[in-house]
Nanobody, 127 residues
Framework: QVQLVESGGGSVQAGGSLRLSCAVS????????MGWFRQAPGREREAVAL????????YYADSVKGRFTISQDNAKNTVYLQMNSLKPEDTAMYYC????????????????????WGQGTQVTVSS
């Protein structure tokens, strides 16, 4: 059974930092697209940062480029999202997601291709 276990998140003031973690079990870590989507109240879920674990290719939403960094630890089957210079508009529920690389590697930010989801973790940034 494939599982995604998230940790991190919380509340910070604008300009602060947080780190999210997502560990996967039950799947070959090196053959996945993994990363985070987020959803704010009243808005659609959107791709934030994603990585192709076997090849290192990454995707960042324009709104987070230069502030967020996605990385991976192959020994721990874990992907991290370091979020710096946080803004109030980053406030949302953040969801870890994963999919087999064979299905997502050419359209890594396409939400419909992701079939594995974490439980979500809240990130709140106050001004």
């Amino acid at each position: 059974q494939v599982q995604l276990v998230e940790s991190g998140g919380g509340s910070v003031q604008a300009g602060g930092s947080l780190r999210l973690s997502c560990a996967v079990s039950g799947y070959t870590f090196s053959r996945m697209c993994m990363g985070w989507f987020r959803q704010a109240p009243g808005r659609e879920r959107e791709a934030v940062a994603l990585i192709l674990t076997g090849g290192g290719s990454t995707y960042y939403a324009d709104s987070v480029k230069g502030r967020f960094t996605i990385s991976q630890d192959n020994a721990k089957n874990t992907v991290y999202l370091q979020m710096n210079s946080l803004k109030p508009e980053d406030t949302a529920m953040y969801y870890c997601a994963a999919a087999a690389a064979s299905t997502c590697r050419l359209m890594i930010s396409e939400i419909a291709l992701y079939n594995l989801w974490g439980q979500g973790t809240q990130v709140t940034v106050s001004s």
